[in-house]
């Protein structure tokens, strides 16, 4: 039986941030978490490789506070959570997150294959799924909207800016989704319901053999600033305008600037 | 000596990268190599582009791009570039991701700017689906950066009889990824990224046929529909290369006209870099206005028409 291990990250949702006008901070106070978007997809789709071609299917994460996120994942699908929960991984880039999870995909070992989001909400640096890949010694096989699961290995098609490449990977392999390769599922009650009886397994760093000082992130955060832009906001159709004197007016205007031309 | 890398499977690409890795370099002394995929003719623009040595890399017809990553590995741990900037394109995203983890190197996904400062590298990029930008510090070598195409501009000294080296790269044998079929993308006849004008539509068009009104208007500006991403994944009533957003098209137009578009962030990142933006909605606290530079509200049957009518009677007084 093949083995197959989704990857997700539990991420603040991006909707609930505010800009704050005065210092373009960002304002975090009514954010709520989620799983980061597009790892919904990969989540489904080792679901349905577990249902449709009989994987076992399990999910791996790191992160702070990911015990919160268990339950919402085990009702889409993997049979097990195993995961590392450290406060400091608040602030790491992609390489720190990499190398725990591949400590954790070891541990488990004998993957078959790791099925990662395209990127992840918050951050969107496609990392993770092909560094995993290098560090694990597998192939990595990158934006993904058709996957099969073979006697060898997978067949997948990505899709890239000049068209789609169809593969064929021997071996073990890393495969990142994107988002139109399935609709992830809306867990019924009793999903929700089996979910609180799945196993889950916290996995300490000292187990995964991950060494703290020799694997600090590579890159520091200096700030991060809400992007506002200056525009001049200008409704046109105002004190009873007509849609039609507006639309003249709004097009000499345009004319005036010169962006007609 | 400074040695910058460069690496992209588009070589227009990586004339932008060679512009920036010249402006960076400045007086240095330094060596700058070039991968990328091409034949000699693609080598010499590079040289002319301020490139040094160019290894021309092919696009395998039976394997990945990506997997010249182990060569390139073997390479930066000969010649120890101090940067690699690769083209972010997908295959250049995945390629430069796989050789940060196997150099055990920091990776900064598609910068907006690079910098240095004090022997530091500082980095610009987006976040939160374009909500935020975050500035980074680097100080550990090599640093990867990948960078979107035309986020740079070329070099200006560009000299078509400067002088460098060209050779080839060779792919290593046995990879474990075959590649069954390649079936490229049909072309779109115009590139939305080139048009001066864009008219974006949104989900506040009720049916396909209303297109019909933002395609008048873009007729008679000369410009080109788009629109937000639900339009063309979820409804395909225009193509992909079509929708505007983080994920999809970033677009620098003169004019950018946004009927009936919400304005989430993730499209409003794709646009803004517009010189002007229009907004037209029937909501009036459509969060598009908030970023529009002149906006009306009201019915787009009702405002797209009258736009159309406009320009037309506006651009026959120019002629006159």
Not at chain 1, 230 to 259: C, F, H, P, W
Not at chain 2, 117 to 145: H, M, N, S, T, W
Request: glycine share 8%.
């Amino acid at each position: 039986m093949k083995k197959v291990v989704a990857c997700y990250k539990w991420v603040i949702d991006e909707a609930d941030i505010r800009v704050e006008e005065k210092d373009h901070s960002l304002n975090f106070e009514r954010a709520k978490y989620k799983i980061s978007e597009y790892d919904r997809n990969a989540i489904e789709a080792g679901a349905l490789l577990n249902e449709e071609k009989g994987c076992e299917f399990l999910a791996v994460t790191c992160g702070p506070n990911v015990e919160a996120s268990l339950k919402d994942v085990l009702s889409r699908g993997p049979a097990s959570i195993s995961y590392v929960n450290e406060e400091w991984l608040a602030d790491v880039d992609s390489s720190v997150t990499s190398k725990i999870l591949a400590g954790i995909i070891k541990k488990i070992g004998n993957v078959d294959l790791v099925i990662c989001g395209e990127g992840s909400s918050d951050d969107y640096s496609q990392q993770v799924g092909p560094r995993l890949a290098a560090l694990l010694g597998y192939a990595s096989v990158t934006f993904v909207n058709k996957l099969d699961i073979t006697e060898e290995g997978i067949k997948v098609e990505r899709k890239l800016e000049d068209g789609v490449e169809v593969l064929e990977v021997k071996g073990p392999a890393v495969v990142t989704v994107l988002p139109d390769i399935n609709k992830p599922r809306i867990p019924s009650l009793k999903q929700i319901l089996a979910a609180k009886k799945k196993p889950t397994e916290k996995i300490s760093l000292k187990e995964i053999g991950f060494d703290i000082n020799a694997s600090q992130p590579k890159l520091k955060t200096l700030s991060i600033s809400g992007t506002v832009m200056e525009r001049k906001n200008m409704q046109i159709n105002t004190d009873g305008l007509s849609i039609k004197d507006a639309a003249l007016k709004l097009v000499k205007q345009l004319n005036a600037d010169g962006s007609l031309a | 000596m400074t040695k910058f890398w460069i690496i992209s499977d588009v070589a227009e690409t990586s004339y932008e990268l060679l512009g920036k890795a010249r402006e960076l370099l400045g007086d240095q002394e330094g060596i700058i190599t070039v991968y990328l995929i091409g034949n000699e003719t693609t080598g010499q623009e590079a040289i002319g582009y301020g490139a040094d040595l160019v290894k021309l890399m092919e696009l395998p017809p039976d394997t990945t791009w990506e997997q010249y990553a182990p060569v390139l590995v073997q390479e930066a741990q000969a010649s120890q570039p101090e940067m690699i900037l690769v083209g972010a394109t997908r295959r250049g995203k995945d390629l430069a991701a796989q050789l940060a983890a196997l150099l055990d190197s920091p990776c900064v996904t598609e910068c907006k700017s690079i910098e240095y400062d004090d022997g530091k590298v500082i980095l610009k990029r987006i976040i939160y689906g374009g909500l935020a930008e975050k500035i980074i510090e680097c100080c550990q070598f090599p640093v990867i950066a990948t960078v979107a195409s035309r986020t740079f501009e070329k070099w200006t000294a560009k000299d078509a009889s400067r002088e460098g080296t060209i050779e080839k790269l060779d792919l290593p044998a046995g990879v474990n990824v075959q590649v069954v079929e390649r079936r490229s993308k049909p072309q779109e006849v115009v590139n939305i990224k080139d048009a001066s004008i864009v008219v974006g539509v949104g989900r506040g068009f009720s049916e396909q046929d209303e297109l019909k009104m933002a395609e008048e208007l873009a007729k008679v500006l000369g410009g080109e529909v788009a629109c937000s991403r639900p339009i063309a994944e979820d409804l395909h009533w225009l193509p992909e290369d079509r929708y505007i957003g983080i994920s999809g098209q970033i677009i620098k137009p003169n004019v950018y006209i946004a009927a009936g578009i919400s304005g989430q962030v993730q499209h409003v990142y794709g646009i803004r870099d517009a010189k002007t933006i229009i907004a037209i909605d029937k909501n009036e606290n459509a969060p598009i206005f908030q970023v529009a530079d002149y906006y009306i509200v009201g019915d787009l049957k009702e405002v797209l028409p009258a736009l159309t009518e406009a320009v037309k009677e506006v651009k026959a007084a120019n002629k006159g």
